[in-house]
């Protein structure tokens, strides 16, 4: 049954690595960054070793982490958000982005991807 897992673990990690698009694996116990792609690294301008076992808050401004945090209370499976993010020079991004519930290393996860993103708020 190990290997079992061992395979959809390595299968999940393997997904956020090869999209194309900035991709998160967050591990919903600890907060933290368990899984981060190129794109997603060279967006926020962190390498991924830099990334990878992270709080997830690290990478909002100040006034955000409570809402964010927040946002982990109560979500549905999948959905749709729009947060701001800080890049490794400071730079403040407004995004949008699509998520889904999932399991990895048997642990409640969130698979994020950036679908949008601007300098500007959204309207």
Known sequence: M???YSEIRDAIA????INPVPTILIDM???TVAVVNT???AFLGYSESEMVGQSIT?????EDIAAVQ???DEPPPEGES?????????KILFVKLKYR???YQERPARFVVLIESRSTPFA
Do not use: I, Y
Not at 58 to 62: C, D, E, G, Q, R
Not at 82 to 90: A, E, H, P, S, Y
């Open 2 to 4: 190990e290997s079992h």
């Open 14 to 17: 393997e997904l956020v690595r």
């Open 29 to 31: 116990t600890t907060f």
């Open 39 to 41: 794109a997603a690294s």
């Open 58 to 62: 690290n990478f909002v401004p100040l």
């Open 70 to 72: 927040h946002s982990a």
């Open 82 to 90: 729009q947060w701001r993010c800080v890049t490794k020079d400071g």
């Open 101 to 103: 519930e999932t399991m």
